[in-house]
């Protein structure tokens, strides 16, 4: 995944929001948050059955993403997106 203008932009956005409602109230950022990780593993797990890996790397990636999902997301997008096969 690439970032571009446009998604930087709308990550700054919705961390602004998101502290916005860390000062009005505590619970709805924790359940934002919460709400946010989700799609981006979803997103995650959708890249990675999209996209083209050498050998195994495809079931291990769903694997790490499915057993250690918090940790997944962040080694996915350090790690997992140099291993793809390029075009």
């Not at 505590?26 to 083209?52: C, G, H, T």
């Amino acid at each position: 995944m690439e970032w571009s203008t446009k998604d930087f932009a709308l990550s700054v956005v919705i961390i602004s929001v998101m502290a916005v409602l860390a000062l009005l109230a505590p619970k709805v950022l924790v359940v934002s948050v919460v709400i946010l990780w989700i799609i981006l593993w979803v997103i995650a797990i959708i890249d990675v059955l999209k996209s083209e890996f050498t050998g195994s790397n495809k079931i291990v990636w769903i694997l790490v993403l499915i057993l250690i999902p918090i940790i997944g997301v962040i080694a996915y997008s350090l790690i997992g997106e140099k291993q793809k096969v390029k075009e």
